[in-house]
Every structure is written in C-alpha cells, then in structure tokens.
C-alpha cells in the first residue's frame, strides 16, 4: 500500500491506493485538518474504482480532496 499526503489550503489529503482483489488499484482519502494540538480527520467516501497504477490511484484521491475541501472545507 503506497500513501501521499498533499497540502491544500489548511488541510491535508492522506491518499493511499490499496491492491484491488480484482486487480489494479484501489483510491481512498482522509482529509485532516490540524487545530492547536488536535487534529480532525474525516474519511471521504470515493466510489470504487480499479486503477492500473498506485499513482494513479493516489492521483484520483488527490483530486477528489481538493473537490471535497472547495465543497466543504
């Protein structure tokens, strides 16, 4: 399992792709966002999707935060 982190605005985006039991590659995506010495993690729901690679996946993640945090970050 391969995992990025990407800035965005004050958030982070923690993208993983995961082996797909079908093959390929699967997305999934925490969004977390610091506040003083907490921290606030929220998982996103991704639709499931086979990727032929790991970047892509993280790729596919990625996007989907940052659409995440423009709708309600």
């Known amino acids: 399992m391969q ?3 990407f800035e ?3 958030y982070e985006l923690i993208c993983s792709a995961t082996p797909s039991a ?3 590659f699967g997305a999934t995506l ?3 966002i610091s506040h003083g010495d907490a921290s ?3 998982p996103v729901p991704l639709e ?3 990727f ?3 970047d892509e996946a993280i790729e596919h993640a990625a996007a989907k935060g940052r ?3 423009d709708e309600h970050g």
């Open 3 to 5: 995992t990025k982190t």
């Open 8 to 10: 965005y605005g004050p």
């Open 22 to 24: 079908g093959g390929g």
């Open 30 to 32: 925490m969004v977390a």
């Open 40 to 42: 606030e993690r929220t």
């Open 48 to 50: 499931a999707s086979a």
């Open 52 to 54: 032929a690679s790991e």
């Open 67 to 69: 659409d995440w945090v």
